[in-house]
């Protein structure tokens, strides 16, 4: 039996996908937005620079499952730290208070579906103001339509 692709289908080959530059020279590649998935998931790639680090928070209607491509990173899940090597797959669900850095001298990448989908939506819309010096009143806007919440500065180890 062989298989057929429909024309639904989607195939990207490495590099590809919808490309934003959110800001903190980070490199994202949107794979799959929630449209073309009848709004089951998304699915983005994300190379980060050396030494970022996220904001720790939540999203309350938004459940993720990292995949450490290239790491090392550290997350923080509450207050719990953890390694997490190339390789390593970590499922946050909706609720819990994360974050992430890239401790080390070159860059990292993770891919993380999303679902619902849409929070690929913060990555474009942060991307559009990356380069106009935006206020924390912009940023804190952005955040709060695309369901993320910070709740504690950037981490640190």
Do not use: C
């Amino acid at each position: 039996m062989s298989e057929r692709a429909v024309a639904t289908s989607i195939f990207l080959a490495p590099g590809e996908g919808k490309g934003t530059t959110p800001g903190g020279l980070r490199q994202i590649k949107i794979k799959i937005a929630g449209e073309s998935t009848g709004g089951k998931y998304s699915m983005v790639e994300d190379t980060v620079p050396p030494h970022y680090a996220t904001e720790l928070h939540v999203h309350r209607n938004t459940d993720e499952a990292f995949y450490v491509v290239k790491g090392p990173l550290w997350f923080q899940l509450g207050a719990d730290k953890i390694e997490a090597s190339t390789g390593t797959f970590l499922f946050i669900p909706r609720g819990i208070d994360h974050a992430f850095i890239n401790p080390t001298a070159k860059p990292a990448t993770y891919i993380v579906i999303i679902s619902p989908p849409w929070f690929e939506k913060y990555f474009e819309e942060r991307a559009l103001v990356a380069n106009t010096n935006p206020t924390p009143e912009t940023l804190i806007s952005i955040s709060k339509r695309h369901d993320r919440e910070v709740t504690e500065p950037p981490m640190v180890l």
